[in-house]
């Protein structure tokens, strides 16, 4: 991890939001109006997302001098727990903003599945600049359609497995878990492939499905298992890092348009601000988070470079088959991106 030159750049774009937002909050002052603004998020209050959505709105309220309340609604309470469902109600405006994963949204827009190409990130650093450059400033416009507005895309720690049956050390480990994935072909075929038996399931339904064995596992970043307690029905943890996907900070179009252009610069500086609070509360957490889920009695193994490389060969065997469902030419810029072709 190039963690001096990570550090540059986050002391430059924070200059510049701070810039952006002196310049809005003189502006915003003027007026008596506040605005409220309902933002949903599927997990706890003090899961990464979570913390991640308060820091958003104590930046709003900054950057506006109160003017705009971003009031932050965790545990999928706005929307059932359905993902899905968030994304058609922020969509139609009966929910103003979420902060969701790009795993999600890549049901209604497929460029997201770039993203998620298992193994496509060497580092964490090279994830990041994927989603601050080029293609994730295109996979926020694409969001125009479903009547959106994408004002940040934000990392995630890599995802990996917990199952209650063996640890996974190599390909072969997998044969047979009926493992629990979104519901997305990008995962499907993934897994399948290895020869486990991939089941979509909404999340909301995982933990009663692993205590009740109706599945064997699960694969998310840590924090997931963390934050919901699936210590207690999975023994097993292995550092897989076999995918990636992100979070997409959301808001309904009609509201920004809404929105005083003074306004709208000034959220957007605290939504870039809020991407990089992420990146640097995540990094440093996911260690303390694997600590933490071996002190509640989970097994824990980490991949050698040997083991994962037998992992890679699966993968990249399989992206021709994944272009359909990201879209050739998007494929194709993603990968020029990256400097693999």
């Known amino acids: 991890m190039k963690n001096c030159k990570r550090l540059k750049c986050t002391s430059v774009i ?28 599927g997990d706890p209050i003090h899961s990464s997302v979570g913390v991640t959505a308060q820091h958003f709105a104590k930046e709003v309220d900054k950057a506006t001098e109160g003017k705009v309340k971003v009031e932050v609604f965790a545990d999928g309470v706005l929307f059932g727990g359905d993902q899905n469902a968030a994304i058609n109600m922020v969509q139609d ?28 990130f060497k580092n964490y650093d090279e994830f990041m600049n994927f989603l601050e450059g080029a293609p994730g400033q295109e996979l926020l416009a694409s969001l125009d ?26 390909p072969a480990d997998f044969r047979g878990l009926k493992l629990r994935v979104p519901n997305n072909r990008l995962w499907v075929e993934f897994f399948g ?23 064997d596992g699960q694969e998310n970043p840590v924090e997931v298992p963390l934050a919901n307690r699936f210590y207690e029905v999975q023994r097993f943890l292995s550092m897989t890092e076999h995918i990636a996907d992100a979070y997409v900070l959301v808001f309904n179009k009609t509201l920004w348009s809404s929105l005083d252009s003074n306004v709208q ?33 989970m097994q824990v193994n980490w991949l050698t470079a040997n083991q994962k490389a037998a992992f890679q060969e699966i993968a990249l065997a399989l992206y021709p088959r994944f272009e359909g469902l990201v879209g050739a030419d998007f494929m194709d810029r993603t990968l020029k991106f990256l400097g693999r072709q």
């Not at 924070?14 to 007026?31: K, V």
């Not at 038996?197 to 995982?206: A, G, I, L, R």
């Not at 500086?269 to 303390?288: G, S």
């Open 265 to 297: 610069n000034a959220i957007r500086a605290a939504a870039v601000e809020t991407a990089r609070f992420k990146l640097d509360y995540d990094l440093p957490a996911e260690k303390d988070i694997v600590a933490k889920l071996k002190s509640h009695g």
């Open 93 to 120: 405006g009966s929910m103003d903003a979420t902060i969701l994963s790009t795993s999600v949204y890549a049901s209604f827009e497929k460029r997201m599945n770039a993203i998620s190409l298992p193994y496509l």
């Open 14 to 41: 924070l200059l510049i939001a701070t810039l952006i937002i002196t310049s809005c909050s003189s502006t915003l002052a003027s007026t008596g109006k506040t605005i409220k603004v309902k933002l949903g998020v």
């Open 193 to 215: 492939s290895l020869g486990a038996d991939p089941t979509p399931m909404d999340f909301k339904e995982v933990y009663t499905a692993l205590q009740l064995k109706t599945i």
């Open 145 to 170: 359609r479903l009547n959106s507005v994408g004002l940040a895309l934000m990392i995630r720690t890599f995802r990996n497995v917990t199952n209650s049956v063996r640890p996974i050390e190599t």
